[in-house]
């Protein structure tokens, strides 16, 4: 799977100073407008984060592990009608060194259908991904190109990935398949099955916050909160399960999850290793 804008998975000294208003709230009043702030592994350390700007759109987001010298920042760019056009990232906690790295379209019906990736320095294309809908609206498909010469470059479809809907509005299963010119290929690469709870999805706000990471936030989508992902991979004859185990608060938003990635390769066990993280919200104003 290529890398997004947002490969993550799936987030301090730089939010040290953060305004006391944006502190997140979690106590009663159950607040029955929210939207998730933080996903903190631990001080601060190993966290994703969220911000929202004064029209409650996405005003940047953050994922780092410090322990590992990563941090990556993605700030949305919009235009008057409030779609989000382009995107600005860094890989340093200095927001002055923050670069345009991909440009979104818009269908007629204001459904994002393109995103290009672009060169920080040229703003060439670098490559492109193509996303379709259902008749519902609902994400359905995701063609990624690359180019098919360095000279002068043309664009090819290499893969495309399938989403599955079930009746509750949560994606089940993604199937990922070769393509070549108009064609696609019948061996799968891999294919992923999803359960979840009944819980609202802590990630489901703001609507277009899945582009920030295509393939671990594919699920951010759907309506619940992911309990099980299995990823198969037939070529390697290898597994990859990810379990999510929630604790949730009085509003029966989850407050915790203890997140359990284990991976298999011939039946064998060759990965195994959990982490806790702590789920924050900021209350939305009305």
Known sequence: MRKIL???????SLFASC???D????????PKDRVFFTLDGGSMRNYTMLQLDDKQR???YIIADLDKNYYFR???IFDADGRMTGMNTNSEADPSALLKTATFAYNSNNKLIIINHISPTTWNRL?????AYNGEGKLSAIYHSKPNNDVTPQFAFYSKETMVWDSKSNIIARHILPFSGDTEGKDTISTAAYTYDDAINFMIKPADLFVMDLNNGITWLS????????????SGDSVVTISNLYTYD????????????????????VYNNTNKFAIKYKILDK
Do not use: C, M
């Not at 490559?127 to 996303?131: Q, V």
């Not at 309506?223 to 037939?234: D, E, G, H, K, S």
């Open 58 to 60: 996405v005003d940047y």
């Open 250 to 269: 009085k509003g029966n938003y989850p407050d915790s999850v203890f997140r359990t990635r284990k991976a298999t390769q011939g039946g064998a066990e």
């Open 127 to 131: 490559s492109y991904d193509s996303l």
């Open 74 to 76: 993605q700030d949305p």
């Open 6 to 12: 947002l490969s993550a998975v799936l987030l301090t």
């Open 23 to 30: 502190a997140p709230v979690t106590e009663d009043p159950i």
């Open 19 to 21: 305004k006391k208003e």
């Open 223 to 234: 309506a619940n909160n992911p309990l099980t992902q299995v990823t198969r991979y037939p």
